[in-house]
């Protein structure tokens, strides 16, 4: 596999294996679901190869019935300016969702008339703040994707925004869901004790370093093991990262993030009553669902809270590898980034 492998294409192609939900092959997607009132969703930003594979999802009558009938019935495709590997692929992703029955809109202020909720997929995570802003401003729910952002200031005004227009909203990768790592977090054994985990941590100079795809192996990794990281300590180097998160209960989790040789995503959970490998195949079926019962009632799966430890996470990563590995205090570090939110909505 290519070292420059693109962020999202990687996980398309590790995990879209058996997906369940009849992506590929020829499906006539325009006479599947109708996309009725309450049901009609909309996309911004058509620079990630998700756009079209959660577009054939939603669209597909023959899709799994927990998507209740949602359909993508509008897209705005605006992605990423300055990422070649984003902004490249816009026209082909387009014409790829235009097919798929979606109309293509010139504004997100016009996508919003036409929609219910929203999709916020744009590849580029510099640039959710701004397009985040005026759904939340029209009451409408919204999933952000991976990354949620590339500042650990701008997650932190994007959660606030979304508590001063009291409008719900999360952000998660599809990790979160494989399948082991959910008998896990129901107590297959028992207590988590520590947990390792990895996955490819290929580097996007307009992004902090984790944030760009290391995000993915990171969400896993608190999956696992919760909140409460107190500490993290960074060891890089070209190829490879080793990130150490120490627990307020003095538990220990681990990240390896892999820039060579076989890139693959996984890990291992040590438990009370048994240790236990992550794998198996994953499609996006179980994020879907999860999107969709968020749709549906408002509540969040995954809290603020927790998507802000993750990124606290990532930044004293950051801070670590600028200090020569030394440890970082997450809390410190999401003070400080509190400090620098400004309350513009």
């Known amino acids: 596999m290519k070292k420059n492998l693109n962020r999202r294409g990687f996980v398309k192609t590790t995990l879209l294996g058996s997906i369940g939900l009849g992506l590929m092959g020829n499906r006539n997607y325009t006479s599947g679901r109708t996309g009725s009132s309450g049901r009609r969703i909309g996309i911004i930003g058509l620079d990630t190869s998700h756009s079209t594979e959660f577009t054939k999802a939603f669209n597909d009558i023959a899709a799994a019935p927990e998507l209740d009938g949602y359909k993508v019935v509008a897209a705005y495709p605006r992605g990423s300016d300055d990422i070649k590997s984003s902004y490249e692929r816009i026209p082909g992703y387009t014409d790829e969702v235009r097919k798929l029955g979606v109309e293509i809109v010139g504004s997100i202020d016009e996508l919003l008339t036409k929609v219910d909720v929203v999709l916020l997929e744009t590849n580029d995570g510099r640039l959710h703040l701004q397009q985040a802003l005026p759904v939340f401003k029209s009451g409408k729910r919204m999933f952000i994707d991976k990354p949620m952002t590339a500042s650990l200031t701008d997650a932190i005004t994007i ?3 979304a508590r001063h227009y009291n409008v719900p909203v999360f952000s998660s990768s599809s990790l979160r869901y494989e399948k082991v790592t959910q008998e896990i977090v129901r107590g297959k054994i ?7 985990t990895f996955s490819p941590a290929t580097i996007e100079k307009t992004h902090p370093d984790l944030f760009w795809y290391g995000i993915h192996g990171i969400e896993s990794l608190f999956t696992l093991m919760g909140t409460g990281c107190r500490s993290v300590s960074r060891t890089y180097t070209e190829d490879t990262d080793s990130v150490v998160g120490v627990w307020n209960d003095n538990r220990i989790g681990t990240f390896r993030g892999t820039r060579s040789g076989v890139y693959g995503i996984g890990g291992i959970a040590f438990g009370e009553k048994a240790n236990l490998t992550l794998g198996g195949t994953l499609g996006y079926n179980e994020l879907l669902i999860k999107i969709v019962e968020f749709f549906n ?11 802000l430890e993750i990124f606290g996470f990532m930044q004293a990563a950051q801070e670590s590898r600028l200090k020569g590995g030394a440890s970082v205090n997450i809390e410190s570090v999401i003070l400080k980034a509190k400090r620098k939110v400004k309350m513009s909505f």
């Open 159 to 161: 959660f606030e925004a």
């Open 190 to 196: 028992g207590k988590v004790l520590g947990a390792d």
């Open 297 to 307: 009632t408002g509540i969040v799966p995954v809290k603020a809270e927790e998507t």
